[in-house]
């Protein structure tokens, strides 16, 4: 931290097997960094954003952590992606004194302020994302028979323990896992047309979630299908399906907690945005979601005071003032650092993926349908305090 600069830190894979997508997400909270930087900072100061590469392995997040913070002595790590990899340097954080906010991660391991309490989690957690797209099947379609493919490990678990808290696990007719080692669903959605299933929800990621449609629809099997936000991006799937298999993403359901559609003033203005300051690279989930965390930062910044530090920067966040830019603000608190806990549904129609005016909110597994309440754009984007 000087008078003119703070510096902040982030490990990503921007290597390695979860590269796909997912490397994309610094890529955009660092243009954003640049639009604020140009319009005159936060109290003054340019955010200098340092980007390490993990590879998606714990072992090279732990490496690449200890250097940002030792080596680069950054005033706070934001928006750490992948469960596993960031699990592995939680401790570490927490024993160094390090702001640990936004983790990229839907793993409710990141919401524990009374074990870890510098760490803030960001994304909905995968146990609401499951409940409100079971919730949404039930209400839509009361009599389906809804299954469940899902990727191994906690993201596939907890997308799946959502599901079971509305459906019931000995409703659910059919539960299938994968490896991210895969190739070849074949066996898996054979697996779920033998068993007859009418809506199944995926707890997958976006190249897993193409390889089921396509699998599926080369079998001519069209179900319902209803994924969680992290597998199911249109402009990102349709690059896996190309434009013949783009059909098959009509109709799908997923959740999401970020701002959405072409007439979102907070995506029209992150449109502009990756323009000018990111080459004008493909706009989908991870811009926004990177360009979203950008804005919770330099929010939290701004309500830290003219002279931040550490300590008022974990106050102004669990004070409740840093409410992000999503259709729900974001309800931090001293008790509660697990981000957004309500989700909206989504539905692609003529190639479009907007809300459906359809939200939920889930705590202590239990559903209920509330009114978004989307937080507005002001200042052209650029928190003020």
């Not at 640049?34 to 392995?57: F, K, T, W």
């Not at 699990?87 to 954080?93: C, D, K, N, P, Q």
């Not at 493919?149 to 678990?157: A, C, M, V, Y």
Request: proline share 5%.
């Amino acid at each position: 931290m000087t008078d003119d600069t703070v510096t902040i830190g982030t490990h990503q894979p921007l290597t390695g097997p979860a590269s796909a997508g997912y490397s994309t997400i610094s890529a955009a909270t660092s243009a954003y960094f640049e639009y604020v930087n140009d319009n005159g900072g936060v109290h003054g100061r340019e955010i200098e954003y340092l980007v390490e590469d993990d590879a998606y392995s714990p072992q090279q997040t732990q490496t690449a952590v200890r250097k940002l913070v030792e080596t680069d002595e950054v005033f706070a790590i934001v928006n750490g992606l992948g469960t596993d990899t960031h699990a592995s340097v939680l401790e570490y954080l927490d024993e160094e004194g390090v702001p640990d906010l936004f983790v990229s991660s839907g793993s409710p391991d990141f919401n524990q302020p009374n074990v870890f309490e510098n760490t803030f989690g960001y994304n909905a957690d995968y146990v609401t994302e499951g409940a409100a797209l079971a919730q949404y099947a039930a209400e839509r379609h009361p009599d389906a028979r809804v299954c469940f493919l899902g990727q191994d490990g906690d993201f596939g678990d907890d997308v799946l323990e959502g599901v079971e808290t509305v459906v019931g696990g000995e409703e659910i007719t059919e539960i299938q896992v994968y490896s991210s080692s895969m190739d070849d669903l074949s066996q898996q959605i054979g697996a779920l047309m033998a068993a007859g299933c009418e809506v199944n929800i995926l707890g997958t990621i976006n190249p897993f979630t193409a390889l089921a449609l396509g699998t599926a629809a080369e079998a001519e099997w069209f179900p319902r299908w209803y994924a969680a936000s992290v597998g199911s991006d249109y402009s990102t799937l349709r690059e896996y399906l190309g434009s013949e298999g783009a059909p098959l993403l009509e109709g799908l359901v997923a959740t999401n907690f970020l701002p959405s559609g072409p007439d979102d003033e907070w995506v029209e203005l992150f449109r502009e945005i990756n323009e000018q300051y990111n080459d004008g690279a493909p706009f989908t989930f991870n811009t926004v979601l990177g360009m979203s965390v950008g804005y919770t930062f330099a929010e939290a910044l701004a309500a830290a005071g003219a002279d931040p530090t550490r300590p008022s920067l974990l106050e102004a966040i669990e004070s409740g003032s840093v409410t992000g830019n999503s259709i729900v603000p974001l309800d931090y608190s001293v008790d509660d650092h697990s981000g957004y806990t309500t989700v909206g549904i989504t539905v692609i129609e003529d190639g479009v993926q907007d809300y459906v005016g359809t939200t939920y909110n889930v705590d202590v597994g239990q559903v209920t349908e509330v009114d978004p309440a989307p937080v507005p754009l002001e200042n052209e984007g650029i928190p003020t305090g």
